[in-house]
């Protein structure tokens, strides 16, 4: 399939999808899952258009899941208006650690015994999948920093920062593929690997995304610029990879930590300088989010130059710059899957499938947040959320340039295509009615409380 049939194939989706939005929002099911159902007509199964095949194409395909990974954490990160000392906060850090550990050791322990696989391989496939995905976590995070229901905030927590803790269980995987393991092997994955990825790249993520967006936002102010800066967010996201891949960091991490800091940049701008709208009428619970009170077609004059409408400039560019290019992506990918199930296919996949969203994930879920206050019916709720994606593609694919060959790196393409396809198919269809019903029980509640 050529380049100029490609375009075609890609224009005409989008166009098509673009049209009829207002049909596809009504239909019980996600854009990704028609995304999917496109590839897999112009795929080996359907018209045979197009073929995938990660392991020809492993390094093109971590590449471009790993940009699509960048944008998307980047984002989640800026959409969190949240402090620090919110229970939110713990709820996330239960998810992406104990959560995370208890989802990779039951995968791991279910493939190797149900399966068959070597404890390498078993828990490589453990690491890939465990991980919530944040590119196709639209459909239940947070829609915008003003938003505050508690599941999303904590799935889009989750999501922001999984993909870097199950990093370092994919690391320990391959290393134990080379061969046996020594005490100081582990001591070294333990700090290098697993202490210092994390720390280190959240740590200089947020630095440069608190550093630049004061800095961004004094000279806009200063300069009364109020023209569009988009690019301001690709550099950011660009400045934060480079800088955690040089210092053998999580760059996912760093991405995310990154929005995190331009958001708290942000929050910082407004509290020492409310828009001029609220100088003397600031809203009870706090200031809303810069971007929310500014229109970048008409700025009135006595914005110009006001830093709460420079924070607003900057953050509003980033999100809408981020969210055109992460949906250009997720669309481009999805679509890349749905051509692959042809290929990758794999009833043991639907198998592990059914116990990964049925079993190991929501016990681990609920296990990891006893204590945590939250109500039974949400723990659940969160446990069946946990939609996977991009993130354990790019893994799979990171295995594959990284030793993972031959008849066990198809065999766990099959496995992850299989998940991940289901996972599109079963939490896309299953999430808008448990959205839909948890708002209404909030709704209710609300009415109940109410004098």
């Known amino acids: 399939m050529g380049f100029t049939a490609w375009s075609a194939l890609i224009g005409g989706l989008l166009l098509l999808m673009s049209l009829a939005s207002g049909w596809i929002r009504r239909l019980p099911v996600t854009p990704f899952s028609l995304y999917l159902l496109a590839g897999i007509i112009v795929g080996p199964w359907a018209l045979d258009l197009l073929d995938v095949n990660f392991v020809d194409h492993a390094v093109l395909t971590a590449r471009l899941t790993e940009m699509a990974l960048v944008v998307s954490l980047f984002l989640t990160g800026l959409k969190l208006r949240v402090g620090f000392r919110r229970v939110m906060w713990r709820t996330a850090l239960r998810l992406a650690l104990p959560a995370m550990l208890l989802s990779v050791a039951g995968v791991c322990v279910v493939a190797h015994w149900l399966f068959g696989m070597a404890w390498p391989l078993a828990l490589m496939l453990g690491a890939m999948v465990a991980p919530t995905d944040p590119v196709l976590a639209s459909m239940v995070a947070v829609d915008d920093?003003?938003?505050?229901?508690?599941?999303?905030?904590?799935?889009?927590?989750?999501?922001?920062?999984?993909?870097?803790?199950?990093?370092?269980?994919?690391?320990?995987?391959?290393?134990?593929?080379?061969?046996?393991?020594?005490?100081?092997?582990?001591?070294?994955?333990?700090?290098?690997?697993?202490?210092?990825?994390?720390?280190?790249?959240?740590?200089?993520?947020?630095?440069?995304?608190?550093?630049?967006?004061?800095?961004?936002?004094?000279?806009?102010?200063?300069?009364?610029?109020?023209?569009?800066?988009?690019?301001?967010?690709?550099?950011?996201?660009?400045?934060?990879?480079?800088?955690?891949?040089?210092?053998?960091?999580?760059?996912?991490?760093?991405?995310?930590?990154?929005?995190?800091?331009?958001?708290?940049?942000?929050?910082?701008?407004?509290?020492?300088?409310?828009?001029?709208?609220?100088?003397?009428?600031?809203?009870?619970?706090?200031?809303?989010?810069?971007?929310?009170?500014?229109?970048?077609?008409?700025?009135?004059?006595?914005?110009?130059?006001?830093?709460?409408?420079?924070?607003?400039?900057?953050?509003?560019?980033?999100?809408?710059?981020?969210?055109t290019l992460e949906r250009l992506m997720a669309a481009a990918l999805v679509l890349l899957l749905g051509v692959a199930c042809a290929r990758y296919w794999l009833p043991a996949g639907a198998l592990m499938a059914l116990i990964l969203f049925v079993v190991v994930r929501p016990l681990s879920v609920y296990l990891a947040t006893i204590g945590s206050r939250a109500p039974p019916t949400r723990r659940l709720l969160i446990g069946w959320l946990g939609v996977r994606g991009v993130g354990s593609v790019n893994y799979l694919t990171l295995a594959m340039t990284s030793g993972l060959q031959g008849v066990d790196a198809a065999r766990m393409a099959g496995f992850v295509v299989t998940i991940v396809v289901l996972s599109i198919i079963v939490h896309g269809i299953s999430t808008p009615p448990l959205m839909a019903w948890r708002q209404q029980r909030l709704t209710a509640r609300e009415h109940a409380a109410a004098p």
Do not use: C
């Not at 920062?161 to 020594?182: I, Q, Y």
């Not at 210092?196 to 967006?213: R, V």
């Not at 995190?260 to 600031?282: I, M, N, T």
């Open 145 to 323: 920093a003003r938003d505050n229901d508690a599941v999303r905030l904590a799935l889009s927590g989750e999501a922001g920062l999984n993909d870097g803790t199950a990093l370092p269980f994919l690391m320990l995987a391959l290393l134990m593929l080379e061969g046996p393991v020594s005490a100081s092997d582990i001591g070294w994955w333990m700090g290098r690997d697993f202490g210092w990825s994390l720390l280190g790249g959240l740590g200089m993520g947020f630095a440069l995304g608190w550093g630049i967006g004061l800095l961004g936002v004094r000279l806009k102010s200063t300069s009364r610029d109020m023209a569009p800066s988009d690019f301001l967010a690709l550099a950011l996201m660009a400045l934060a990879y480079a800088v955690a891949q040089a210092f053998d960091a999580s760059s996912f991490l760093a991405a995310f930590a990154a929005g995190l800091g331009l958001r708290h940049a942000e929050v910082q701008v407004v509290r020492r300088h409310p828009h001029p709208r609220l100088e003397s009428d600031l809203p009870r619970d706090g200031h809303p989010p810069a971007e929310t009170l500014i229109n970048p077609n008409r700025i009135e004059p006595d914005e110009v130059g006001n830093p709460a409408t420079s924070a607003g400039i900057v953050v509003s560019d980033a999100l809408s710059f981020g969210a």
